[in-house]
């Protein structure tokens, strides 16, 4: 069974860093896209990274670029997004989702349960 777990969110105070893991088990890893996603409350899930895990490309979109870093450990399966200079705009609940090149879009993509980062200011 794919299963995809989420770790690593807290509470950090504005400008300061964290690191989530997305730890996945249960299939090959080789050929995947691993996107991370956030939602904020009241709004609507975000995407935020996602990596090839075949060759590494990544992608980032809006705010995260320049400061988050997304990275994959094959050998352990897992993915990293490393968020630094966070802003309370970036406090929601960050998802992983898991599929074939989809980045997160497809209806079969497998998702985590998240984990919520504060951001206080």
């Known amino acids: 069974e794919m299963r995809i777990v989420e770790s690593g969110g807290g509470l950090v105070q504005a400008g300061g860093s964290l690191r989530l893991s997305c730890a996945a088990s249960?299939?090959?890893?080789?050929?995947?896209?691993i996107a991370w996603f956030r939602q904020a409350p009241g709004k609507e899930r975000e995407g935020v990274s996602c990596?090839?895990?075949?060759?590494?490309?990544?992608t980032y979109e809006g705010s995260a670029k320049g400061r988050f870093m997304i990275s994959v450990d094959k050998e352990k399966k897992i993915v990293y997004l490393k968020m630094n200079k966070l802003k309370p705009e970036d406090a929601g609940v960050y998802y992983c989702?898991?599929?074939?090149?989809?980045?997160?879009?497809?209806?079969?993509?497998?998702w985590g349960q998240g984990t919520p980062v504060t951001v206080s200011s």
């Open positions: 989702a898991a599929d074939h090149q989809t980045c997160g879009m497809a209806p079969g993509s497998v």
């Open positions: 249960g299939f090959t890893f080789d050929d995947y896209t």
């Open positions: 990596i090839w895990t075949m060759d590494g490309r990544t």
